[in-house]
Every structure is written in C-alpha cells, then in structure tokens.
C-alpha cells in the first residue's frame, strides 16, 4: 500500500485563486461595501424596543451581522494567510489595509445597534430573551448590553473606531513588516547563512552551544539595533488604548482583557496565586539542567538547549502519522478531522525565507475551514506546535452546529483545545520511547513547556501590568523598558536565571497585536484548564470525545466560571482548582530530576 505524502504547503487558492491578485477576492471585497451599507440603514432605521413583538426585528439584523462577520472574516484570514507565507507580499498589504476600514465601518454599525439595544427598559428586555427568536442567543446580547453600557456616546465611539485603522493598527501593520524583513547571519554547519527571525529562533533547540549563543547574539544585535523604532511602536499602541481607557472611564488596564476573556480577576489572582507558590520544582529542574550543561546558573539561550543527546529529526510525515495515530486513540473525531487537514493542503509547514515568525490557526468561516502557519524544521517542539494548531482547528469544527453568533469564544479557552492536542502527543511521545535518554529529553519538552507557562509567561504579563502603569505617566524610553524586562524575567524565574533577555519586549509578537491587549495569561490558563479536561480524559477512555466537544461548543456561550462549573463541577475562583494541574506538571519535573541525577 502506497504511504500518503501530506503537503507542506497549504492550499490558499480553494479559496479565492490567484492569492493578492485574485479577481474573486476583489469581487469578494468589493460587496462587502453595499451589504455594509444595507446594514447600516436597517440600524439607522431600528428603533428601541417597546415589547416582546420586537424580537424578530432583532432577530433578523442579528442574521445580517452574523453573514457579514463571516464574509468579513473569510477575507481577513485569507489575506492574513497570503502575508505570512511572503511577507514581501506588498499587494497583500494594501489589501490588509482595506479590509481593516471595511472591519471598522462594519464595526461602527455593529456598535450602534448594541447602543439602541442597551436603551431597552429591563422588563422588555428579559421579555425580549425568552422568545423563540432569541432565547438561543441570551449570553451574547446580555454580554453587548454589558458592554454598550461601559463604552462611551455612539458618535465617539465611532470616532475611536474610525481612527484605528490608519492609525492604531497601523502600529502592528508597521511592526509585523519590520520584523518579517529582519535578517540575521549564523554560522550553520561551517557557512555563514542569512536567515530570518522565524528560522533564527528555531535555533533555540539546537544541541550546540555556539549556534544557540551565536543566534541568540545575532537576535538580540538585531533586536537592539531597532529598538527605539520597536519602542515608539509599543508605546504608541499602549497610548492609543490608555487614551480610550481614560474616555471610558476605566481605570484598572485589566478590564479589557479580563472582559474579553469572560473571566473574573479573583480567577487570575488564583491561578497565578498557586502558580506562585509552586515555582521551587522548577527551579530546582532549571539548576539541574545548569549543571547538566557544565554552568552554575541557567543562561538565558539555554532555557530551550536539550540536554540529551539522543535527540533525532522527526519529518514532516512522520510527525503527522504520529499525530493522526495518537489522535485516533482519543477519539474518532479528532483523528479523522486531523487527517483531512493534512490531506487536504490545510497546514503551511515549509522551512523556507520571507515567512512570518511564529505559528497560528485562522477560521476561514464561509468555508468552513482552517488554515494553519507554521515553519517545520524536524523537532519534537515543531510536531508539538503542529498538533496545537491542529486542536484550535478542531476547535472551531467543533463548533459548525452552533449559531454563527455564538461562535465568538474567547482567547483564554481557545487555547483549550490546543493545549489539550498538544499534551495527546506529548504524552503519547514519553509512554512509546523505551530510552531513558530519549525519555528525559521528551519529558524535558514537557516541563519545557510548563515553564513556558509558569514563568515565560509570567514574566510576560508582570512587564505589560508595569508597562502600562508607567506609560501612563508618558512615553517609557527603550532603556527602560529593557529594565523592566529583565526586572520581570528574574522575578517569574525566581532568580534562577544567570542572563536575561532584555529585548523580550521587542521580539514578543504578542505585545504588538492590535485586537487584544495583555495575550498571555490566557496562554497559561488554557494550560492549566487542558490538564483538567485531560486528567478526565484519561480517566473515562475514548468515550469522552463526545463530552469534550460538547465543552467545546459552549466556550462561547458562558464565563470562564460558569464553563468550568458546568463541565468540570470545579471552582477556578480557588488556588484549589489551579494546584491540581500544576500538580501534573511538578510530577514531570520532578520525574526529569530523577533521571538525570542517576549514575
């Protein structure tokens, strides 16, 4: 039997032919502007509710957002994707451009008719609920009423809204063309070779010392050498949003990204409240590896450096046939899922110059499929990025039963499923290795990544808390920021680290995107609420498919709170819930120090 050869390079054209240049995709954007504006009129027209009667009215312009967000949407991925593959792509660009003015007027519509809907007197308003036109969609229009209700006039809001396509995602826009265009030189395999940040970091893992160092130099060289660009770039960012925080009246900079992950702040305070308390294992497993590296105390290029030396390429192929056979053993679902991504040219896995840094998954919603972007170099780290990206993508296949407007799941669950698919392999990985240096370095990924999540991103978000607080009293010079960074990273890792990496702030994509502030600790608590869901997984065998997507499904239509109550019968507002995963995780540490300490 012939083996299947998946793709490592996507099919974009399935959707519109012709990539930046494609007539369809003109066509696409180009009705977009009538049906914006026959929108606009329906909510110019609409007038505040007065009884139950009016539901179908609200029912029906729901309809009409629901089909714009998604035509918006199918454009906004594609031309998303179309940059990352080339980020010479200038076409793709301007296209980004127009697509954000199109999301901005589409947006001012949208904001005006959750206005008029917050004017409605209560009584109507639950009456308005519990009707057959709208009973589905409780959560999300009680969640616009809420948010209406914090925000400022309609005509200021528009303004704001009007203002951030040419200047605050601009911001982003420049920042993401600047680092996709940054190259660095390394000596690999005795040539000196020019690579980009993405193939630059991937470096990271390598065996040798001297490449580490000399990629790690190289980054930070370049990283320095713009960093008052990279600092006028974050502080104009975080200038634009405190400006909008001082209008609203919000004080606290975590309103926003605490609302938009529907969560409380007695449930952050918990988790990083545990996470806190639970650092020392980790601490003893980075002195560990310091000394298994011949060092005293853990530099800063070594946090990824293996430390075993059994470590062996993993293709493309076989990384997919391992996912798919471990994916099957959890459940049907997800496996043959998985395999139509991989057959059907879903992925971008290809190692090659001018692609975009990092790895994500995007909806292509009209479709009704995902793409995922990532470079493929052949580590274990690379295959656990593939199957993280392949959990986001069956998260949103998850969702296809559900309502179009009861899709929109916030960023801390996202990362639920991802984090879930990731652990399958990982775990998978450790159980079939029968060396016990091929087990400490798989177990290495692990507490690898459990560090990532208890210390790399808590440093991330203790430097964007005190960032914010002193951009507050203007702009913070690059100098400073470095301070800060390396402040943050020695407070997260609990002095463990010999050096820093002061220019985490310049190299952190995260800091720098437009839609959302403060994307970490969602990181960490999608971690953290995997390893729950995962423990019943375990306990309950290949039956729990059908339980863990119907979780899936209502990420969208609850709080974090309520989610957990309700699937896990757990209460994420107690350090109780949050010690039980990281109790997994110290398990591994602990298993990684045995180890190495043998002999």
Not at 146 to 162: D, G, H, P, R, Y
Request: charged share 25%; proline share 3%.
């Amino acid at each position: 039997m012939r083996k299947v050869i998946y793709p490592e390079v996507w099919d974009l054209d399935v959707f519109f032919p012709g990539g930046s240049e494609s007539p369809q995709l003109r066509e696409h954007l180009d009705q977009l502007a009538p049906e914006i504006t026959r929108l606009e009129e329906k909510v110019q027209q609409f007038q505040i509710p007065q009884s139950s009667s009016d539901a179908q009215k609200i029912a029906e312009i729901i309809e009409d957002i629901r089909e714009i967000r998604t035509q918006i949407g199918q454009a906004r991925s594609f031309i998303s994707c179309l940059l990352a593959q080339n980020t010479k792509d200038k076409k793709a660009s301007l296209l980004q451009g127009e697509i954000s003015t199109i999301t901005a007027r589409f947006s001012t519509a949208m904001q005006k008719f959750q206005k008029d809907l917050t004017k409605t007197d209560e009584n109507v308003w639950q009456g308005l609920l519990e009707t057959d036109a709208l009973n589905g969609f409780e959560f999300i229009l009680n969640e616009w009423r809420t948010q209406a209700n914090q925000k400022l006039s309609e005509k200021e809001e528009s303004l704001i809204t009007a203002l951030t396509s040419d200047g605050y995602e601009s911001w982003g826009n420049l920042y993401n063309s600047v680092v996709g265009e940054m190259k660095v030189k390394v000596s690999l395999d005795g040539e000196e070779k020019e690579l980009s940040v993405g193939q630059a970091n991937n470096l990271r893992s390598n065996p040798d010392e001297s490449v580490r160092k000399e990629a790690f130099d190289a980054l930070e060289a370049a990283w320095s050498d713009k960093e008052d660009l990279f600092a006028k770039i974050l502080n104009h960012l975080a200038g634009f949003r405190l400006q909008v925080y001082k209008k609203r009246g919000w004080e606290n900079v975590l309103q926003e990204p605490l609302a938009i992950n529907r969560m409380k702040q007695e449930t952050l305070d918990a988790m990083w409240g545990a996470i806190s308390k639970h650092k020392q294992p980790f601490v003893k497993y980075l002195n560990q590896k310091a000394q298994l590296l011949g060092k005293e105390k853990i530099q800063y290029h070594d946090l990824n450096a293996p430390v075993s030396k059994s470590t062996q390429k993993i293709s493309y192929q076989d990384a997919a046939e391992f996912i798919l056979k471990h994916f099957g053993q959890f459940g049907p679902e997800l496996e043959s899922f998985s395999r139509k991504a991989f057959e059907e040219g879903w992925i971008e896995a290809e190692d090659r110059p001018n692609k975009r840094v990092g790895g994500f998954c995007t909806s292509l919603p009209m479709s009704e499929q995902s793409r995922i972007f990532m470079t493929y170099s052949g580590t274990i780290g690379n295959m656990a990025t593939l199957a993280h990206e392949l959990g986001h993508a069956f998260h949103s296949y998850a969702l296809k039963p559900v309502h179009g407007l009861n899709r929109q799941y916030a960023m801390n669950v996202a990362e639920t499923a991802s984090t879930f698919a990731e652990m399958i392999v990982f775990d998978a990985a450790v159980k079939e290795t029968t060396s016990d240096e091929e087990k400490i370095y798989l177990l290495e990924e692990k507490v690898k990544r459990s560090m990532m999540f208890f210390m790399g991103i808590h440093f991330r978000f203790l430097f964007e808390t005190r960032f914010y607080e002193e951009r507050k009293n203007g702009m913070v010079s690059a100098e400073r920021l470095n301070e800060l960074m390396e402040q943050a990273q020695q407070e997260a890792y609990c002095g463990a680290l010999e050096t820093t990496d002061p220019h985490s702030w310049a190299n952190t994509l995260h800091f720098y995107i437009t839609y959302t502030p403060f994307y970490n600790f969602p990181y960490t608590f999608g971690y953290l609420f995997s390893l729950s869901i995962y423990a019943k997984a375990l306990e309950e065998g290949q039956g729990f498919e059908e339980k863990y997507m119907a979780l899936l499904r209502d990420t969208a239509i609850m709080s974090a709170e309520d989610l957990a109550m309700k699937h896990l019968g757990e209460d994420i507002t107690k350090e109780a819930f949050w010690e039980k995963g990281i109790a997994l995780s110290v398990k591994d540490a602990e298993e990684f120090i045995r180890l190495t300490s043998m002999g």
